[in-house]
């Protein structure tokens, strides 16, 4: 099966791209490189030894897609392509609407074109909002749930899917609602890689522990939850790419309409539990300080995953502190990420 990922260079394309070559996938990348680097194509490589396909296209540039399409004739599609910084979003909301959107849509234009239908989507837990309490499921209503134009766009991307497979009911989507990706493939040779200050945790930490940055700054203590501190569902990357497969492994068992599933450990952390995993990986202290709070931040959030193990036989099986020593050894080999 040839798998076209959008996407591909980014941190969970680059991780997926590598266990789909080693399940012997055919792979073929499609990314403008607005938030990524072409040597992610060489690193794939390296690790799997076989070389993914790679256009540098910017999705919404039909023309150039129906080429792709064309030349590779694809067979499934996975969504990652788009912007994703949650804080920049509501600042530039017609950047955030125009690239999201307008790369989906222009895909599926596309893959109507050529007949190709298998989809599977990045979506993120940001689309429960502040209304549904966890753990949280995936029939939770999503209406207005949403606190900025980043997870608008999910909720939207969502709505235009299910309307689609309504439309085509021969259309397979799945879904894929991620809590909070960490850790690296265990190399330490592909990683994380934010430009300028990390907006995430786990990289705001590493970048600590490798003296790129003084000290970490907590967003809070003052939250009901047992520390203080805010709780989410961190799961490693690795396990999230493992969930991809999964959801190709419903294609390739004859189809499955419109499927939506949580990819996460159905266990929460808080920020000082992370603190202390980082620590303990480290074997050496990460300096912080308590700040207020960030606006918009949940108390908790964590997923029921339980319907991804009994439909698609998935469960993430990486610990935290694999997470944390994982996500470390890609920092400390590559303190400037993949700057030359
Ligand atoms: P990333 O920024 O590392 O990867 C996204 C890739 O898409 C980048 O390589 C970027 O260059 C490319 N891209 C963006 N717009 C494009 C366009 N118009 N045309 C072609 N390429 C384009 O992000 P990631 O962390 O790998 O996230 C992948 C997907 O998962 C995103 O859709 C994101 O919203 C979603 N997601 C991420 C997280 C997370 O915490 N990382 C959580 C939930 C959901
Ligand atoms: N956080 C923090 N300091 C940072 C970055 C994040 O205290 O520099 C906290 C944040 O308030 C949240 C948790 O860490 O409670 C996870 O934040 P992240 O941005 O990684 O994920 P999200 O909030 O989007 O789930």
């Known amino acids: 099966m040839k798998v076209l990922v959008t996407g591909g260079t980014g941190y969970i394309g680059s991780h997926t791209s590598v266990v789909l070559l080693e399940q012997n996938y055919e792979v073929v990348i499609v990314d403008n490189l607005c938030n990524s680097k072409e040597m992610v194509v060489d690193r794939i490589q390296a690790i799997t030894g076989k070389r993914p396909v790679f256009y540098r296209c910017d999705l919404r540039d039909e023309a150039r897609l129906e080429e792709i399409f064309r030349a590779e004739r694809p067979d499934a599609v996975i969504h990652f392509a788009g912007l994703k910084a949650v804080g920049e979003s509501p600042k530039v909301p017609l950047k955030y609407y125009d690239n999201n959107l307008s790369s989906t849509l222009t895909l599926l234009r596309v893959m109507e074109a050529f007949g190709v239908r298998n989809l599977v989507f990045s979506s993120s837990a940001t689309v429960y909002g502040d209304r549904a309490t966890p753990p949280l499921r995936e029939d939770a209503p999503l209406v207005f749930s949403a606190t900025n134009p980043y997870g608008f766009t999910k909720i939207m991307i969502e709505q235009i899917l299910t309307d689609y497979c309504k439309a085509n009911p021969s259309f397979n989507a799945v879904l894929l609602r991620y809590f909070n990706p960490v850790g690296a493939h265990e190399s330490g040779?592909?990683?994380?890689?934010?430009?300028?200050?990390?907006?995430?945790?786990?990289?705001?930490?590493?970048?600590?522990?490798?003296?790129?940055?003084?000290?970490?700054?907590?967003?809070?203590?003052?939250?009901?939850?047992?520390?203080?501190?805010?709780?989410?569902?961190?799961?490693?990357?690795?396990?999230?790419?493992?969930?991809?497969?999964?959801?190709?492994?419903?294609?390739?068992?004859?189809?499955?309409?419109?499927?939506?599933?949580?990819?996460?450990t159905g266990h929460g952390f808080s920020v000082l539990e992370v603190v202390n995993a980082f620590s303990r990986a480290a074997g050496k202290p990460v300096p912080y300080v308590i700040d207020g709070r960030r606006e918009g931040d949940l108390p908790e959030s964590y997923a029921d995953c339980e319907k991804a193990y009994r439909e698609m036989g998935w469960k993430a099986e990486k610990t935290l502190d694999d997470m944390c020593r994982d996500a470390l050894r890609w920092q400390e080999k590559n303190p400037n990420g993949y700057a030359e």
Do not use: W
Not at 214 to 220: A, D, P, Q, V
Not at 238 to 259: N, P, S, Y
């Open 189 to 264: 040779t592909m990683g994380e890689d934010p430009s300028g200050i990390p907006n995430n945790l786990a990289p705001y930490i590493t970048q600590t522990l490798v003296g790129k940055r003084e000290k970490l700054h907590i967003f809070g203590n003052d939250y009901p939850t047992p520390d203080g501190t805010c709780i989410r569902d961190y799961i490693h990357v690795m396990d999230l790419a493992k969930g991809h497969m999964a959801a190709i492994g419903l294609f390739e068992r004859g189809g499955c309409g419109l499927k939506v599933y949580n990819l996460g």
